[in-house]
């Protein structure tokens, strides 16, 4: 018999420019244990990213034959392309004990919950929309056209998560400092029970 005690599944969820990856970024070196789920998506890698690190980037056909073939956990369409969790990698991952990190939109999350009901989910919130679309300006990487696209998709993701998301805690990105320790305290604690 197996004995070894599951891993635990933590889901993070945001608007875009929330500031989740920074966050992620800063668990990756202050909780080194963790394993981060790397997602599927159609949409092209921005600069610097690498396919097999930040994301698996394949094309729509590639995806949907993926999707056919049952291998995602959840996946949906944000911003007009697909994004999916591959399942495999997750259950091999919490049989050995470890805990997962997963970066999840909040319409997948709800999915999500489906086949992991015991995922604990953690949603980062910008202060306001104002300080959402100062930050999706000052990072540069998208276009006007994306950009507008993302504030309105933000408002929709955030009532969606309010009305219908299993989010356990909720952290908002005021402070970014104060906002890291709080996610990495959130995890920790939640570890060691
Ligand atoms: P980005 O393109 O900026 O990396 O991510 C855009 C959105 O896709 C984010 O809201 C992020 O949470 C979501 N996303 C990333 N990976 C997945 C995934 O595996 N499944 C779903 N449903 N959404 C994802």
């Known amino acids: 018999m ?43 890698p921005r600069q610097g990213e690498v396919h097999g690190v930040h994301y698996f980037f394949y094309s729509v056909d590639e995806f949907k034959t993926r999707i056919e073939q049952n291998e995602f956990a959840e996946w949906a369409l944000v911003h007009g392309n697909y994004y999916g969790t591959p399942k495999s990698f997750i259950d091999a991952t919490i049989a050995q004990g470890l805990h997962i990190v997963m970066d999840i939109d909040v319409f997948g999350k709800k ?10 989910g953690i949603l980062i919130l910008p202060p306001s929309m104002e300080v959402l679309e100062k930050r999706l300006r000052g990072r540069g990487t ?23 998301g299993k989010y356990e805690y909720t952290v908002i990105n005021n402070d970014l400092k104060i906002a890291e320790t709080e996610t990495a305290s959130i995890i920790t604690g939640t570890i060691s029970n």
């Open 2 to 44: 197996n004995t070894t005690k599951k891993g635990k599944i933590f889901v993070f969820s945001a608007p875009s420019g929330a500031g989740k990856t920074t966050i992620l970024n800063c668990l990756r070196d202050t909780i080194p244990n963790l394993v981060y789920s790397i997602s599927a998506t159609t949409r092209k």
């Open 111 to 120: 999915n999500f919950d489906k086949s992991y009901p015991e995922a604990i």
């Open 142 to 164: 998208d276009d006007e056209a994306t950009i507008q696209k993302r504030l309105t998709n933000a408002i929709t993701e955030m009532n969606f998560a309010k009305a219908e």
